[in-house]
């Protein structure tokens, strides 16, 4: 697993709760050092063993902390560049949800080895969607569960969200325009 994904779970448990709680679940998962480095690559086990014992540390169970993971990817305030990324994938939300196909491919222009999962969205007919998630690592989907809970918040949109077979998302999306969203400007503004 790229170290990218690892270090946003360290980053998220950090954020989140704490320093102390992301050390004591380095501890349980037996991490040598409770770093994760960005640019590296990890065994895939390493992975799944981090997310097993922060949800064990944090007391939860492991869909739910890998959504919250994916919550905090759009919504921390120190980590604006995946929302801003994700926002230039449409302006309305039902245009984010048809550009996550092209996701993967996306996210490779910007770091060739980070390998996302392949997503296919599907159009069941009456705003009712289907979004598969294929990867090796089946956690991806309530990652993603998270990422487009958000982003529905983000553009002011009102959906249902649920995961079937720990792989794939169904979406209903009830009003595209049910509230204002959040502002979002194509420049970034000056420091």
């Known amino acids: 697993m790229h170290g990218l994904i690892n270090r946003a779970v360290e980053c998220f448990v950090r954020d989140t709760y704490g320093d102390a709680k992301w050390l004591s679940a380095a ?29 064990a540390e944090l007391d939860l169970p492991v869909p739910t902390v890998l959504e919250d993971i994916g919550t905090y990817l759009v919504s921390s305030k120190s980590e604006q ?11 309305t939300f039902l245009e984010f949800l048809h550009s996550l196909d092209d996701l993967r491919d996306r996210a490779r222009l910007a ?15 009456g705003h009712c969607y289907s979004l598969e998630c294929r990867h090796d690592y ?8 998270g990422v487009l809970r958000t982003m529905a918040d983000d553009y002011g949109a009102l959906v249902f969200l649920e995961t079937t077979n720990n792989r794939d998302i169904n979406i209903q999306l009830f009003q595209e ?4 969203g959040r502002r979002f400007e194509l420049g970034a503004k000056p420091a």
């Open 177 to 180: 325009e049910f509230s204002a």
């Open 27 to 55: 501890r349980r998962a037996g991490l040598q050092t409770p770093q994760f480095e960005a640019m590296l690559h990890y065994d895939d086990e390493i992975t799944s063993v981090v997310v097993d014992s922060v949800a």
């Open 138 to 145: 089946t956690g991806f989907s309530y990652v993603f569960m």
């Open 111 to 125: 770091l060739e080895d980070l390998d996302l999962p392949e997503l296919k969205l599907q159009d069941h007919g």
């Open 81 to 91: 560049a995946p929302r801003r990324l994700l926002r230039f994938s449409g302006v």
